[in-house]
């Protein structure tokens, strides 16, 4: 079956980074566009990212634009989010999927902090 597993987040400072990965099983990644996708406590989830197929295409959320970005290892079926010059308002639940298609399978997320 269609599983993720996003790992990387943690505490870290303002200003701070975190590379986040996303391993994804059950089907063949190189065939999909993947995103990265956030949920606040109280919000609702949000695209923070997105990437094509092949890794040439990427668009992000104007929050996170310059300070973001989303690469892929098909090879690995692995999706990665290099988050940079982070900010509170970052604080959430991290989250991959597919960006098109819906599998009906979401991974446990992983829980990025910004806080001093």
């Known amino acids: 079956q269609v599983q993720f597993v996003e790992s990387g987040g943690g505490l870290v400072q303002p200003g701070g980074s975190l590379r986040l990965s996303c391993a994804a099983s059950?089907?063949?990644?190189?065939?999909?566009?993947m995103s990265w996708y956030r949920q606040a406590p109280g919000k609702q989830r949000e695209m923070v990212a997105a990437i094509s197929s092949a890794g040439g295409s990427t668009n992000y959320a104007d929050s996170v634009k310059g300070r973001f970005t989303i690469s892929r290892d098909n090879a690995k079926n692995t999706v990665y989010l290099q988050m940079n010059s982070l900010k509170p308002e970052d604080t959430a639940v991290y989250y991959c999927?597919?960006?098109?298609?819906?599998?009906?399978?979401w991974g446990q997320g992983t829980q990025v902090t910004v806080s001093s």
């Open positions: 999927n597919a960006r098109w298609v819906d599998f009906g399978s």
């Open positions: 059950g089907f063949t990644l190189s065939t999909y566009a």
